[in-house]
């Protein structure tokens, strides 16, 4: 078999047409550019360092004039010419200015003033004379000397009198000295000063001097321009960059270029990979769906329109063909699908209808049906007959509907049903209904708006329950509660006013038997006496009675301001108050876990749990009395009471099953005084009501012999 | 013995008679070589006229002995070297005039710090010094012994009193002294508060100017607010010329009266202040005057011979400098009586000979004798007058002391 020769990729195509190309242009750039730079640079150093070389040259004229403008300027002081003629007094004056003043600019360089002669008259150096020197008439004839040289810098100025030199100022910097005042700071790499020979008299790098004389003329590795010193013929500075230096920029440019190059190539094969591979997806693409249609005969399978304009377009071509030939190829099979559907559905409805109808009739619920676009309200059987509607009645429309309800309800029945249609929560409603006979019907109507797409309401209905009994038992059950509040709290009223009322006239009946005992002892026999005892014992019993009702009473809800409390303190609190109580019985509290916060009255609280552990510690046997204070925090799991269960526990006598609800009786005790101590027997009533006033319950568990555990529970909990 | 003296007689009569004709020919030469006097003088700088002044009345004095035969049967001759006013060419040159074997003596010059700095290499070559002009009392009283030093001319010491004199005379109390930084103002200082504290008085202000110093308007204001109702001053010619020039300038009821030494005169100081003068008091110490000569048929032969030697003289009022040139002349002629008067040239033979001079009547006065050897002062008070510039610039004197 035959195998034609495979044609080459998009990709490849593009990478040899293109590539050889961009790599001769970019070469070709590449070789200018650098080129072009290594002569800019070159030019631009030259002129650089001429330009420079000009401007040093420039300083450094400035600083040796300014050495020679010193001398003129010393010479032409008045102390110094007057020094010259004041040959006894000017040793007075004169070495103080010559030896210890500074004259700026001048640093350690000599400073000497010499006679006509050139001798020393007076100087910052002890050994100075000029007598020989050759530049002497020269001075004196008015003219400003300069020397630069190997031996340094020689400035001398006249002293003039009357128009004439009659004595000189001379400065005078030695080699080094000079090396220093030469010394300027400079941007290139090296300066020299040369003398006329070619002797250097400073150099700003030691190894440009190294190089210039070894390569005197030509030198290669420094770029190089001279200019001389203005104003000090013979002298030349040269300003000196290594040419290294320099071109390294070059250099780098180049090494730049060349990686510029390679990435721009890199960048060039990546961009036509890409390309290529950009623009033969989509065209990929549809080949596949092509193929698929072919081999499986599915037109499903749409292509998805990407890539350049112009594949978008062959894309949605290639679509709306599929479109056309999957609308014009409908298969049998599939009509015959939609016609199964169909019938089923039909059938569907039919049932669903059917139902729909037992359950109208059925049941106890009206229904009604309002067509918002054209107004009319439908009603079942039902619903009619609950309002006594005829079928002589003619239908009734919305707004006779909304006559009907009773003026009362009509604003609340009509705003929930505009909320509903607005999208605002359920239409549920409570009303009164208009009967046929004037009498009213207590309904609770419940509906369900339908919109079109567009949000506009199409119907809304739903169903109407007759409610009248309901109402009729709730009005009731409202109305004994009233009731039975109002009585509780006439019974804790009167509770309040007779026991607060009753104290006054019993303590005066405990005084006046007092009064008896103290002012009629003598008269009484020992039974009259006794009696009287009695009667005082009994009347305190009565008060302390009427105490504990006075207190219980109080206990009202909202009596005490409701805040956080934290128990661990009302039970510090309470083992306080009662640790006297507790030492003299040998008892103890037990706090297993700390107590939790509740939202509570602080002193209800404390009242409760001094109750419980008193009774705890009074009604026990034990040798040790221990009473353990404690909650569960998960509520009890053997009820439904998911708040926090707490509890104190005590292993004292314990309490009969009995009795087991006679403990929370107001008064009622179990034990005798004499066997437990006294007591109003008022404790746990106490506790029980403020308990239910906090909205919590309170049982206990008790074993005979063995102690009783009180559970109690509070709205809130922890 | 008769045989050797015959044989030696010949040559004996020969050798002594070159002998003799040698000695009478090198005494000869040695006679007619002349004395030099050496002037050592400012003669091209500030104070050329005063030096100029000097070799003119030197010249005249020395022409008149050579005229007369010379002395010791030598004629003089002045030989002149310029200091410029400058102590270290003076020195110098007062060096070089010592290496001449026939100088007798040097005659200085205006500047009294010059002959101050000269004094030491003077002494040193023991060369006789004659002072026509410089008036620094230490110049004299110099401390040296023997003394080379004698002077006709002002002494600082003398010239103080008579400064202070004249200006308690014109009813000025409170002097205010102006002073050039230099020897002789110190000297000039010196006598000028001596003289006062005679009086029981001191000056009320004293201020320095140094010798290029252009302006000394700073020193006249401190003068003038320190009270000064007159300034005595001791300038060279640029001093002075300073000191007018800045005095004409303050308002007139704020200028001075200035009294000087003779320090500027001997130069161009006229022409530079001739305007100035207008509103300026200037008056200053002089000697001799051509115009009122205390010997004036003496004086009239001077200025005969005066005009005869040098071009555009017409009259006492052509003589610039009458002092130096009545000085200079009066010392050559000292000079010459003690040579004669010693005998020699020997300059210790003739410095002892002028300490014992005998009376001579000089052009500037009669001198019963002009020096001692306590005292080589020739001149005193006696001899001092105030004098003025006149608008042509002559040197007139106000009146005698």
Known sequence: MMRSAQPISLFSRALWRVLPAIVLVQALIGWLAWTAMQGLVSTELEERLNRQAEQYAQLIAFKLKAVIDTAVSVAENDLVVNGIMDAQGREHYLSVFFETAKVPGLGDAEVTLADYRGRRIASNRSDVDYEASTWLEAVLSGAVWHEVGVSGLLAAAPVMIADRGEGMVIIHFDPAQLAALLAIPVRTDAVSVLTAHGDPLYRSNAEFALSSREESGVHSTWAMTSSGIPGFDGLTLLAAEKRATALATVDRLGLFLATTMVLSIAAVVVAIFKTAFISTRPIRRLIDGIETITRTGSLEKEV??????????????????????????????????????????????????????????????????????????????????????????????????????????????????????????????????????????????????????????????????????????????????????????????????????????????????????????????????????????????????????????????????????????????????????????????????????????????????????????????????????????????????????????????????????????????????????????????????????????????????????????????? | MGVLVRRLRAPVTACFAVWMILALTCGATKASEPILIGLDADMSSSSAIGGEAIRRGATIAIDEVNDAGGVLGRPLKLVVRDHRGNPDRGVDNVSEFAAMDDLVAVMGGVHTPVAMAELEEIHKHGLIYLGPWAAGTNVVENGHQPNFVFRVSVRDEYAGEFLVDAAFERGYRHLGLLLWQTAWGRSGEAALTEALSRRDSKPVAVEWFNTGARSVAEQIEAIRLAGADVVMLIAQPEGGVAAVHDMAALPPDERLPIIGHWGFVGSSFHDNVRDDLDDVDLTFLQTFSFFDPPFPRRAEDVLAAYCVHFEGCDGPASVSAPTGTAHAYDLVHLLTRAIDQAGTVERSRVRFAMERLRRYQGLVRLYEPPFTVDDHDALDHEDFRLAAYDKNGVIVPLSLP
Not at chain 1, 614 to 636: H, L, P, Q, R, T
Not at chain 1, 664 to 678: D, P, T, V
């Open chain 1, 304 to 718: 998805r329109p990407e890539g350049a304009r112009e594949l978008h377009q062959l894309a949605n071509a290639f679509n709306r063909m599929l479109q056309s030939l999957r609308a014009t190829t409908a298969s049998r099979d599939e009509l015959q699908r939609m016609n199964q559907a169909l019938d089923r559905a039909k059938a569907k409805l039919e049932e669903s209808e059917i139902r729909f109808q037992l359950a109208v009739e059925g049941s106890s619920v009206g229904i009604w049906d309002w067509d918002a676009r054209t107004g009319a309200l439908f009603w079942s059987d039902r619903l009619k007959a609950m309002v006594g509607v005829t079928d002589e009645t003619p239908v009734p429309d919305i707004s006779s509907f909304e006559a009907r309800l009773h003026p009362d309800d009509r604003d609340r029945v009509t705003e929930r049903k505009r909320r509903h249609l607005a999208g605002e929560g359920d239409y549920d409603v409570e009303t009164r209904l208009r009967k046929e006979d004037g009498s009213y019907i207590w309904l609770l109507l419940r509906g369900q708006a339908v919109w079109d797409t567009d949000g506009n309401v199409i119907r809304l209905a739903g169903s109407a329950d007759d409610i009248s009994e309901r109402k009729a038992v709730a009005l009731e059950l409202d109305r004994r509660a009233q009731e039975l509040e109002r009585s509780n709290r006439e019974l804790d009223d009167f509770a309040h006013i007779a026991s607060h009322d009753l104290k006054e006239p019993l303590r005066a009946i405990a005084n006046h038997a007092s009064f008896l005992l103290e002012d009629y002892s003598d008269r009484l026999d020992d039974e009259g006496e006794r009696r009287l005892h009695r009667l005082i014992k009994l009347s305190q019993r009565m008060e302390k009675l009427i105490a504990d009702l006075l207190f219980y009473s109080r206990i009202r809800d909202g009596d005490q301001p409701r805040q956080s409390v934290d128990l661990n303190d009302v039970i510090a609190d309470v083992e306080l108050g009662l640790a006297d109580f507790m030492r003299q019985r040998n008892a103890r509290l037990s706090l297993p876990t700390p107590l939790p916060k509740v939202t509570a009255a602080g002193p209800h609280m404390a009242t409760v749990f001094q109750n419980l552990i008193v009774n705890g510690i009074k009604y026990n046997d034990s040798k040790e009395k221990i009473i353990e204070v404690g909650f569960d925090a998960n509520g009890d799991q053997t009820s439904d009471i998911a708040n926090p269960v707490f509890h104190v526990r005590d292993n004292g006598i314990g309490i009969d099953d009995a009795f087991r609800d006679d403990v929370f009786r107001i008064f009622k005790r179990l034990n005798s005084e004499k066997a437990y101590g006294e007591g109003t027997g008022a404790g746990l009533t106490f506790v029980k009501k403020i308990v239910e006033y906090h909205g919590g319950g309170i049982w206990l568990e008790s074993s005979p012999g063995k102690g009783t555990t009180f559970f109690f529970t509070l709205d809130g909990g922890g």
